[in-house]
């Protein structure tokens, strides 16, 4: 059962912008009062950590996308964003999110983000 949908992904060139989406659906209440991570995994890659917003809405972010990405949470919607800007090739990969939720550890189905040189 998927109870994370991840949205926003695509190809932009170096540079560039997007915003990505990870969506619970409202009867997931835990996912407006857990921690939720961004992680990504490029080709022929480990699944890395990205960024992560505590409980408390406290983000914080591997070195590589400090100052570039920003994690942020609408509790309104359920759905917790990752806005990327100045984007690099580098940056080239599936964007997955995770939570806690009921318990176990839930992961989307991730969208792809190229960048192009």
């Known amino acids: 059962q998927v109870r994370l949908v991840e949205s926003g992904g695509g190809t932009v060139q170096a540079g560039g912008s997007l915003r990505l989406s990870c969506a619970a659906a409202?009867?997931?209440?835990?996912?407006?009062?857990?921690a939720v991570w961004w992680y990504r995994q490029a080709p022929g890659k480990q699944r890395d950590w990205v960024a992560?917003?505590?409980?408390?809405?406290?983000?914080i972010y591997t070195n590589s996308v400090k100052g570039r990405f920003t994690i942020s949470r609408d509790n309104a919607k359920n759905t917790v964003y990752l806005q990327m800007n100045s984007l690099k090739p580098e940056d080239t990969a599936v964007y997955y999110c995770?939570?806690?939720?009921?318990?176990?550890?839930?992961w989307g189905q991730g969208t792809q983000v190229t960048v192009s040189s």
């Open positions: 992560r917003l505590s409980s408390s809405s406290i983000p």
């Open positions: 409202d009867s997931e209440s835990g996912f407006r009062t857990n």
């Open positions: 995770n939570a806690i939720l009921g318990g176990q550890p839930s």
